[in-house]
């Protein structure tokens, strides 16, 4: 390939990593900012909450019909709309002087960000060809993405501090239009096939509409009381619903989510661990974040600072992990990374009123984040690994839609267990510092079960691909097509041998 060629390639790649990065930033940069919006607005400590979950109510519910909708209507055309949805929003939240102004401006964003997210990633999917150069572009994307996290705590502790709350929103404005401009220059529409299926609007209002109910009820579980009937009424509703999606795109002629995409294992083992594994990883830095300013006494800025260690990890490791997944087994290289998450979450449990951040948070911190930083960019490359290019936003929509709604529902589960534990540990008599520390043991214990639920899925569900070449004469017109990737001679398959 030529080096214009690669140059080009690499403007096109590090301006999606940009637009990602902005994305996953806003699910973190406004945590260490809240109680400054709060002060501000005048905001009740109920509606505090949904700066942060109206984001994630939007971004969660549309992420499928975003990622299918670029498939049929033109990738750079939903990425560019994507795009200035969300820094028009970022601007619109900044100048908010009312606490719902400030939530409509976080749904909007998070509306945006449905679009971006899958787009971006289907981009490179569809950019790169398949192997060795598409693992490395992914690799970089998904360890790149992942310091969002981290970062986020960061830069919003510096503009809380610094500037005021008002830049954590306006920070993306300039990102966002800078990528608005360069798109057109860099970024190719996709080609549409010649008759284009047509949009399945009965199957997308279905599953947007349960995801949407699902993460409400999640989001407000504490409030409403995870055992009262209005909590378990919305779940069953919701579980309803996404019984008749399924039921809905077993019928549809041209369903907006082909179900036997599923025969895939190593798509369908990404999806599972990215339901799994990010949401312990978001869960584990706001425990940290509650930890350091109730129990240490920081301040937004030391807070957001405490977490550079981790974010420069996660940096280092975008460049290290996209070489190693282009030489080693995907599936080896996931579960050492999982083991290694594990590991670093045990060492969480140092955590004690009289503990510091350098003997009890810094340890945990940096392990974690080193089993992270392959974590991500492993599944981002099994969950869209022998798709057909057309049904690269689809998967796209999926893996961004696994782990949104399972960091909702591991964040939901953590946060109770612990809120639950302090509480009883309170009414004994036990002091506030070592209750919050004991319920946060609690929850990094929950943090534990799902990453063995997750170690387990790469072991026995993800099953590495092969590409065989047919011979003509096997008669390739005989085999489901439909289930696999195909280009040229070459089938995809499971560890299939002709």
Known sequence: MSKKRLAHRGFVLALLCMAQFMVVLDFSIVNVALPSMQKDLGMSTQNLQWVVSAYSLTFGGFLLLGGRASDLFGRRKLFLAGLLVFSLASLVGGL?????????????????????????????????????????????????????????????????????????????????????????????????????????????????????????????????????????????????????????????????????????????????????????????????????????????????????????????????ASHMFSHMSLKVLLVCSIVVVGCGELLFLLLSATATYWNAILPGMLVVSLGMGFVFPAITIAATNGVRNEEQGLASGLLNTSQQVGSSIVLAVVTSISTAQTAFLQSGGVGTAEALALGFHMAIWACLVFVLLALGISIFVMRERTIIVAPEEAGITAWPLDAYAVHGQEIECDNVKL
Not at 117 to 132: D, N, R
Not at 204 to 215: E, R
């Open 96 to 320: 908010a002087h009312s606490g719902l102004w400030l939530i409509a401006a976080r749904a909007v964003q998070g509306l945006g960000a449905s679009v971006v997210a899958p787009t971006a990633l289907s981009l490179v999917a569809s950019t790169f060809a398949e192997g060795q150069e598409r693992n490395k572009a992914l690799g970089v994307m998904g360890a790149v993405a992942s310091t969002g996290f981290a970062v986020g705590a960061i830069l919003g502790g510096l503009l809380t501090a610094g500037p005021g709350w008002r830049w954590v929103m306006f920070v993306n404005v300039p990102v966002g239009l800078l990528a608005c401009v360069l798109t057109p220059f860099f970024i190719p529409e996709s080609q549409l096939q010649e008759q284009r299926p047509k949009l399945d609007i009965l199957g997308a209002l279905t599953v947007t509409v349960s995801i949407v109910l699902l993460v409400y009820t999640l989001a407000r579980g504490n409030e409403l009381g995870w055992l009262s009937w209005n909590t378990w009424g919305l779940l069953l509703l919701a579980v309803l619903l996404l019984l008749a999606f399924v039921w809905v795109e077993l019928r549809a002629q041209d369903p907006l989510v082909r179900l036997n995409i599923f025969r895939l294992r190593v798509l369908t083992g990404g999806n599972l661990v990215g339901f799994l594994l990010p949401g312990t990883f978001g869960a584990i830095i706001f425990i940290l974040t509650l930890f350091m300013q109730r129990v240490l006494d920081y301040s937004a800025i030391q807070t957001g600072l405490a977490f550079l260690p981790m974010a420069g990890v996660l940096l280092i490791l975008s460049n290290v």
